[in-house]
């Protein structure tokens, strides 16, 4: 599917180029192109093994923006509660008493509707008040503390910088994947520096632009932004679906939006059209 998609974007004449070179402001963009960027968030081994590697082969100048505590073989909080709700025998949880408003008891029934709220809710809170809430949920999930990581396991560094030598580039998506605006200032200096730290030890040239842990318009601020500007990136990714306009000078480098990858080669044919439609609007 993936590689169907890319060569109906190649016939589609689109270009595509890094993130790095769209935020660039020494980069002369032609506007009569379509230009397209293909990002991938968090830095796990079917990623580096599998995606990228489709990617790299079409010369689609990816950039991974790599969580770097999983890559040092921290599971972030988002993917613990995803193995803690995958690996649970629950049939359902009193949630109210791990401190979540609203309906007491959570059914397990419908086991991606209950992780979305168990994450909806964690990714609200304070740091420390989310690695506790995070705790209590794998306590109370999973009491034998059996859980099935198999389907997180991180990519490693020998194979990041592999995978840069043929053309990959590599970011920051923090340490610990914390929503940026749930964070006190000095940690967020502390995710930039710890973890653009590592990149600089394992990476030869990692990428100068940033991509915001979870994304959404409520999980980065106005001081996040302002951060991130200071430690001298030169745009940074949000997870708000919408299509970045160069040209437009009301559009920010440090909030630039994405559209996920489409499901079906039916769905990436509507994309292909818009992009044609784009270009006509141009
Ligand atoms: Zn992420």
């Known amino acids: ?40 968030d968090d830095g796990y081994e079917d990623q580096t093994d599998a995606l990228l590697p489709v990617l790299l082969k079409y010369e689609a100048h990816p950039t991974l923006f790599v969580i770097t505590d999983l890559i040092e073989g921290q599971l972030p909080w988002d993917a613990r ?4 709700v995958q690996s649970s025998q629950c049939k359902q949880l009193d949630v109210a008493a791990l401190g979540m408003p609203g309906e007491r008891v959570l059914s397990l029934k419908d086991k991606r509707q209950f992780r979305r709220q168990l994450s909806l809710h964690a990714k609200r809170l304070e740091k420390s008040a989310r690695s506790k809430f995070v705790a209590d949920i794998e306590a109370a999930l999973c009491p034998a503390q059996q859980m099935d990581v198999s389907r997180y396991t991180p990519a490693n560094w020998a194979r990041l910088a592999e995978l840069e030598s043929q053309g990959l580039v590599i970011g920051s998506h923090t340490c610990a994947h914390n929503p940026l605006s749930t964070l006190t200032t000095s940690d967020i200096h502390l995710e930039l520096n710890n973890s653009m730290a590592l990149l600089n030890q394992h990476l030869s ?5 940033f991509c915001y842990p979870v994304g959404m318009q409520e999980d980065y601020d106005e001081r996040a932004m302002a951060v991130v500007r200071e430690h001298g990136f030169i745009g940074a990714l949000t997870s708000e679906p919408g299509y970045y306009v160069a040209s437009k000078a009301r559009s ?31």
């Open 205 to 209: 040239a990692p990428s100068k632009v």
């Open 81 to 84: 509660i995803a193995t803690a």
């Open 252 to 282: 920010n480098a440090f909030a630039v939006p994405r559209l996920s990858l489409p499901a079906t080669l039916n769905k990436a044919t509507r994309y292909a059209s818009w992009l044609e439609k784009l270009r006509a609007t141009n």
């Open 1 to 40: 599917m993936l590689e169907d998609f890319l060569r109906l974007l190649i016939k589609h004449n689109c270009t595509f180029i890094s993130v790095d070179e769209l935020l660039d402001p020494q980069t002369r963009l032609n506007p009569a192109k379509n230009y397209i960027c293909f990002t991938v």
